[in-house]
């Protein structure tokens, strides 16, 4: 899948381990931006309390999400604590055609994806301000047992551990302190997209034209 090279469009990608925080993050910043849009997620795992249909995550069974993914409907797919994720392309294209940014909430390895198959992306990795901050979050998630907060702690420390192939390295320690810094991020990757791009075609032919 390519974009064409005349959109303006943007794609953001934001990380993190789980509990970090990522999805009331990318919610704050949306609320904010006209001009900014989510891709929403394509999941096998249940819904949780509050999570809402279209909206948090697009709930399907497992039989149909491997179905998506053997007709190769993923951008990006992955395979994690017994779950599926994915983000279905045409969705994405749909916004670039729209010429509306867009922002991915994905693992590493789903940013690899992205970064390999899509121009135009900026990288976000999103770092709790410690472990123990990260396992106070999960654990506030009712359905996380101590074996279950173990295994999210190894696989946090893991993800935490590729945070280097990002373009930008955001601490959730102060939400709106970071809401902030990832609003700037989007804004300074806007500014600097239309300054390398220059003048758009129609207005170059409108300055050729007025002699």
């Known amino acids: ?43 096998s795992r ?18 149909r999400f491997l179905e998506m993914k053997a007709n190769h409907e993923f951008l990006e797919s992955v395979h994690i604590f017994g779950n599926y994720y994915g983000t279905s392309q045409a969705a ?3 916004s670039l055609d729209q010429n509306v940014d867009t922002m991915l909430i994905i693992d590493f390895q789903g940013a690899r994806d992205v970064r390999r198959l899509m121009r ?5 990795f999103i770092l709790p301000p410690s472990i ?15 074996h279950t907060l173990q295994s999210r702690t190894e696989k946090a420390r893991f993800e935490m551990s590729h945070y280097t192939e990002y373009d930008f390295v955001v601490v959730n320690d102060l939400f709106d302190k970071t809401v902030a810094q990832v609003h700037e991020i989007v804004e300074s990757v806007r ?3 239309k300054l390398e ?13 007025n002699d």
């Open 120 to 124: 135009n992306v900026t990288s976000v």
């Open 191 to 193: 500014m600097s997209r």
């Open 132 to 146: 123990n901050a990260l396992q106070n979050r999960l654990l506030d998630r009712a359905e996380v047992d101590d």
């Open 46 to 63: 249940a819904p949780r309390k509050g999570e809402i249909e279209g909206s948090h995550y697009h709930f399907v069974s497992e039989t």
């Open 197 to 209: 791009i220059g003048p758009t075609a129609e207005k170059i032919q409108s300055i050729l034209a």
């Open 92 to 94: 994405v294209q749909r």
């Open 1 to 43: 899948m390519t974009r064409p090279s005349s959109s303006l469009a943007h794609l953001f990608v934001l990380s993190g381990p789980s509990g970090v925080g990522k999805t009331t993050l990318a919610q704050a910043v949306l609320d904010n931006d006209t001009n900014l849009q989510r891709a929403v997620t394509h999941t």
